[in-house]
């Protein structure tokens, strides 16, 4: 489930589908409901991958432009967060490749410099909030941290099912892997984390 | 969308850590430019459906009625070429329209033609006896045209009008049933009578007496008193 707005929960009484084919059709206002469903969502899910904001910038507006773009071929059978972030997947893996960095391998190495320098440049909050205490901020770091070590196939997974609210088999689906190895992965990554938060939370 | 089966693969405690964390959105600017684009896309697409809708619909709405017509039109001409043309002909309606008639009369006597004709009267007209005759031959006609193409319309006898009557060759002369019908006529035609008696036609007179008594059997009788005299002097 997304923090800011569930993928398939129904806003203003219609479903996702309906309203892409509502715009498809040519009702623009039925974008703005999906643009407003998803728009956190998708941004936390480069945010999160590259830890650059303008390169989920970059990433966040190719992908509602190919979104805009591939209105006429959506079919509604397909369920509209599957097909949005399958596109959202595809165009992190062609960054990665065009960037060099063609690798969903695993950053295992947690004290490895180049991935230090990735969770000090995670992006905090874009907007200003107010102080929600130490523990509450630290907490936050904390999770950015341990998301930016795990491997990047463990990291997709978890941010496919935290951020776009996607299932198992949808996650296997779209990633091109069995759903028994989309549960490893995700075993993982939550292990990863937890222990994280306990570390924290022994700190404190 | 999670089920009961991906339990083991979530954690309640990290969904709410990452619920209080997941506060990142995209700059406003990158908002405005995407939603504009959205918008752009949409206004800038031809509509395809409608126009094409109207497009197939326009014909239809004119050339329509013209088949419409064009077909009513084959059809009655067709049926026309099909009727005979004797019939066509004989279809009183068709040839010549019936002069309304002011009273469900009678046939009359029409004028024969000049072979036909037997020896007329000083009035033109044709003698009681031969008008007889002729009309029994065209008792079932009831308005037809003379061969001289002039059309009678079956008036009622007004003799007063001596010199209107004596114009056109109509006699009062009928079949005996027509004549048992007639026989308030009888008092118009002995008016005639009168007519032709103070005009001193006598022979006219005498022929429209005969006929009178022909039509009429208590013709005498009806004469009035002037006139008797004159006719017992009239042989029948």
Redo the contacts between chains.
């Keep these: ?4 707005a569930p ?2 929960e129904p806003v203003s009484g219609e479903t996702d589908e309906a309203l892409m084919q509502g ?1 498809a059709a ?3 206002s039925a ?2 409901a999906l ?1 407003a469903r998803h ?2 969502g998708v ?2 899910y480069f ?1 999160r991958h590259c830890g650059n904001a303008a390169i989920a ?1 970059e990433l ?2 190719d992908v ?2 190919n979104a ?2 591939a ?1 006429t071929r959506y079919v509604a059978a397909a369920k509209f967060t599957t097909w949005l972030y399958t596109l959202a997947h595809h165009r992190l893996v062609d960054y990665w490749r065009a960037s060099g960095q063609a690798k969903f391998a695993s950053i295992d190495d947690a004290g490895d410099a180049e991935t230090r320098e990735a969770v000090e440049a995670l ?5 200003d ?1 107010p102080e929600a205490g130490l523990a ?1 901020r630290r ?2 770091e904390r ?2 941290a341990g998301l930016a070590t795990l491997p990047p196939v463990q990291r997709d997974a978890i941010l496919l ?3 776009g ?4 088999a949808e996650i296997a689906e779209l990633t091109g892997v069995g759903v028994e190895t989309v ?1 490893s992965r ?2 993982y990554a ?1 292990g990863k ?2 222990g994280e ?1 306990s570390s924290l939370h022994e700190e404190l | 969308m999670t089920s009961e089966l991906e339990s083991p693969v979530r954690d309640a405690a990290l969904d709410a850590a990452w619920r209080a964390h997941s506060l990142e959105e995209p700059p406003a600017h990158l908002d405005a430019a995407i939603r504009a684009a959205a918008h752009g896309a949409v206004a800038a697409e031809p509509r395809e459906v409608r126009p094409v809708a109207v497009k197939a619909t326009r014909p239809q709405r004119w050339w329509m009625p013209l088949a419409a017509a064009a077909m009513i039109s084959a059809v009655v001409i067709g049926v026309s070429r099909l009727v005979p043309q004797d019939q066509a002909e004989q279809a009183p309606g068709l040839a010549a329209p019936p002069i309304p008639s002011p009273a469900p009369a009678p046939p009359v006597a029409f004028a024969p033609s000049p072979a036909e004709r037997g020896p007329t009267t000083a009035l033109g007209g044709v003698a009681p006896s031969e008008a007889a005759a002729s009309d029994s031959a065209g008792a079932g006609q009831p308005s037809e045209s003379s061969e001289l193409g002039v059309t009678f319309a079956p008036e009622p006898p007004s003799l007063p009008q001596a010199g209107a009557s004596a114009a056109h060759t109509e006699t009062f002369a009928a079949s005996p049933n027509a004549r048992a019908a007639r026989t308030p006529d009888a008092e118009a035609w002995i008016a005639r009578i009168r007519t032709l008696y103070d005009e001193g036609k006598r022979t006219k007179a005498a022929k429209e007496l005969n006929a009178l008594r022909a039509a009429v059997p208590d013709a005498d009788r009806r004469l009035p008193p002037e006139l008797r005299a004159w006719a017992t002097t009239v042989e029948p």
């Design positions: 489930m997304t923090a800011s993928a398939a715009y040519g009702r623009a974008f703005d643009y728009k956190g941004y936390r945010l910038d966040f507006q509602w432009m805009i773009r209105r992006a905090g909050p874009r907007r909030e509450t907490l936050g999770l950015r099912q935290q951020e609210g996607l299932s198992l549960k995700l075993r939550i984390l937890r938060l």
